[in-house]
């Protein structure tokens, strides 16, 4: 098996890259995928507790890299996805515990017995990004519809031209609210592609529902899921059409809200 | 003035001293070709090439005060001299080209321009003389600069974040939405041409204008020039 390794990045902090990678592994496991997701975010992670894997965390890359474990024992298995494993950073020490070889090393070693290496990268452009993107076979840029977003993911998508061999890049527009792109509040998803110019992998709607199932550890539900599951699809090859959830739903949901008022 | 040469090279600007003439003249007409274009220089690496003069060290240390008030970086010296190249070496500046990374802010796509000559007197030529240019056949996104003494010319977009100097015009076919300075050295001819004209902000020469707040509902392709001492965008056609 020769997975693929796609790194999940944004620029700017707090668009929702985590929970993307966490969202997007449960995706991919429950199609039957061995997906492993790791924490580039060394010194600051979070990945573990939106995914309710803390607990269950002894060792962490540090250790692999460090040599005190295999990488098999650093991996945690997900108690609900049996096909979905974490590899932890590490809380106590910093980026530069890791170089970019590292990373390339543990990747390669993972790709033999799994089909999806999700990792899920810091913000910035600095050593924590460089780490996250050296094993890239692939990157997810992750923006919200918002400008200061939107160059900070511009300037990655740049940066990551400019390497040598350059990975191609995908675009997750995350937190569109309906309401505001339809009074033209908020950029709209056409705006954010025709700007970046990369192709889009999917929308994700702004729902209360990503907070709530990030704070208990749980995978998110109802629209957001069918939009992550419709994200994983694409990225496995299936063409899925792309909903961008700016008309508030489905024309027939719509019909219906039209009765209930 | 004696003659100094400037050539983009991909390790900066490669400044060509004459062989003859007292140093401390040569460094005060340096200093004044700096003056006379200090957009194009600002933040410039250079490396110097001197031929056979033995440059000492007090001199090169005097020369790289005088740079880096101007914010010019001398990375390098070339030269045959073994004074020279001890001296050069004790600043821990390079002797070689090879030793010099390529500067991160020209594209690696950008090729090698040509020295910009003092224009003598043209020749009975039908030939038209062309001036220097880059073409860049992509988009240039936030946080990528070009600097040419020449024109640019841009296939592709130039997103907000993304900055152009030029010497002379600048043409962009696509949308333009960062920061540009065309006739950066004070040529008050150059234009700035785009399909789509909304940048954060357009210079030519020593004036600054900024698009209008309101978004046109249908762009068309602009060309922004200067008239009677001001900035003006027209509608761009053959």
New interface residues.
Partial sequence: MTGRVVTITSGKGGVGKTTTTANLGVSLALQNLRVVVIDADIGLRNLDLVMGLENRIVYDMVDVVEGRCSLRQATVKHKDYPHLYLLPASQTRDKTAITPDNMRMICAELKEDNDFILIDSPAGIEWGFKNAIAPADESIIVTNPEVSSV??A??I???I??EEDPVRSWLIVNRVKANMVRRGEMLSVKDVVS?L?IKLLGVIPDDDVVVRSSNEGIAVTGKTREAFDAIARRLNGESVPVDTYENGGSFFGRFLKLFSN | MVSIEFKGIRQGILVTLPDAGEWATIQADLAARIDSQKEFFRGANIVLQVGKRSVRRHELDSLITLLEKRNVVLTGVLSEAATTQGATRKLGLATDLDELEVVSHR?ADVPETHAQQPTAAPAMNSEVQGADAVLIR???????NIHHHGHVIVLG?V???AEIIAGGDIIVWGHLRGVVHAGANGGLDAVVCALNLEPTQLRIGSLISVSPAKRRRRPQPERAYIENGQIHAEAWKP
């Fill in positions: 160059r900070d511009d300037r998508i740049g940066l031209e400019a700007l110019a | 594209p992509r988009t240039l996104r936030s946080g990528n977009d997103n907000a974040g």
